[in-house]
């Protein structure tokens, strides 16, 4: 059974940085396209960051883009969300995400695979 579990959320102050992590377990993702999302109190789900099966490439959204950072160590099976310079709209659930194929998407819905969420919450 596939699993995504997310680690590394809590309470910030603007400005601060958190690293979050999400380990896969269940099958090997080498060859997936890893992403991570956030979803605030009554907003959508929005693409936050995502990387390629082999690292080589990554997308940001405009509104973490030299903030945040994406990365992924395959011999783990895990996915790494370094955030630095944060701010209070960046208070949210955040998922982490595999997606079957090599194709790098920014849509949610092209996502098969998704963990339960951690928290991030940034005071001002």
């Known amino acids: 059974q596939v699993q995504l579990v997310e680690s590394g959320g809590g309470l910030v102050q603007a400005g601060g940085s958190l690293r979050l992590s999400c380990a896969a377990s269940?099958?090997?993702?080498?060859?997936?396209?890893m992403g991570w999302f956030r979803q605030a109190p009554g907003k959508e789900r929005e693409f936050v960051a995502v990387?390629?099966?082999?690292?080589?490439?990554?997308y940001y959204a405009d509104s973490v883009k030299g903030r945040f950072t994406i990365s992924r160590d395959n011999a783990k099976n895990a996915v790494y969300l370094q955030m630095n310079s944060l701010k209070p709209e960046d208070t949210a659930v955040y998922y982490c995400?595999?997606?079957?194929?090599?194709?790098?998407?920014?849509?949610?819905?092209?996502?098969?695979?998704w963990g339960q969420g951690t928290q991030v919450t940034v005071s001002s």
């Open positions: 995400a595999v997606r079957r194929g090599t194709y790098s998407s920014i849509d949610a819905d092209e996502y098969d695979y």
């Open positions: 269940g099958r090997t993702f080498s060859r997936y396209a």
């Open positions: 990387i390629s099966w082999s690292g080589g490439s990554t």
